[in-house]
T-cell receptor, first 110, second 115 residues
Framework: GESVGLHLPTLSVQEGDNSIINCAYSNSASDYFIWYKQESGKGPQFIIDIRSNMDKRQGQRVTVLLNKTVKHLSLQIAATQPGDSAVYFCANNAGNMLTFGGGTRLMVKP | GAGVSQSPSNKVTEKGKDVELRCDPISGHTALYWYRQSLGQGLEFLIYFQGNSAPDKSGLPSDRFSAERTGGSVSTLTIQRTQQEDSAVYLC?????????????FGEGSWLTVV
């Protein structure tokens, strides 16, 4: 993903529904992928990661899916709660660093 | 401490002044990263330290930016002759190496405003 400045892509969901946040990456050599959650005024918080030898990994209420063929990563959040409202970033490794997507804002309607 | 600690949490400085931002990584983590995040933007890589190896400085935007890591632990990011475009959140992170498969944890950031 690329940064779009202040106008982040926004996903608005009803409380209790499932959320799906998508991310595209470009580095074919990446073998490690992470999703971070960032609440206003805070640093990024690790949610879940996945290695390239897997295509799916589940955590508590979250699932990450990796499609290496099309270089696509998604984060699924089950039974979305108001506390899930935040900006979500995908990241992939590139040499010594993580490269981050531009972020998606998730808004949960009560 | 249990997490990555950064100071100051907020800094307002006048254009042209130098600033120093400090990062205390998670104990035992040998890899340390600095990222910059402008308002509403994603994270921009600045510099990476791993043990006693030479740092990867490929992300530093200009020679006004420098960083040190003393004793393999605490790191200081220095910005000389600050400009208004330097206003951003400066995030520090740490991990065990290698990056692949080892979670990288972020601090809460140092919010820099240049006026």
């Amino acid at each position: 993903g690329e940064s779009v400045g202040l106008h982040l892509p926004t996903l608005s969901v009803q409380e209790g529904d499932n959320s799906i946040i998508n991310c595209a990456y470009s580095n074919s050599a990446s073998d490690y992928f992470i999703w971070y959650k960032q609440e206003s005024g805070k640093g990024p918080q690790f949610i879940i990661d996945i290695r390239s030898n897997m295509d799916k990994r589940q955590g508590q209420r979250v699932t990450v899916l990796l499609n290496k063929t099309v270089k696509h990563l998604s984060l699924q959040i089950a039974a979305t709660q108001p506390g899930d409202s935040a900006v979500y970033f995908c990241a992939n490794n590139a040499g010594n660093m993580l490269t981050f997507g531009g972020g998606t804002r998730l808004m949960v309607k009560p | 401490g249990a997490g990555v600690s950064q100071s100051p949490s907020n800094k307002v400085t006048e254009k042209g002044k130098d600033v120093e931002l400090r990062c205390d990584p998670i104990s035992g983590h040998t890899a340390l990263y600095w990222y910059r995040q402008s308002l509403g933007q994603g994270l921009e890589f600045l510099i990476y330290f791993q043990g006693n190896s030479a740092p990867d400085k490929s992300g530093l935007p200009s020679d006004r930016f420098s960083a040190e890591r003393t004793g393999g632990s605490v790191s200081t990011l220095t910005i000389q002759r600050t400009q208004q475009e330097d206003s951003a959140v400066y995030l520090c992170a740490s991990s065990f190496p290698p990056l692949s498969g080892n979670t990288i944890y972020f601090g809460e950031g140092s919010w820099l405003t240049v006026v």
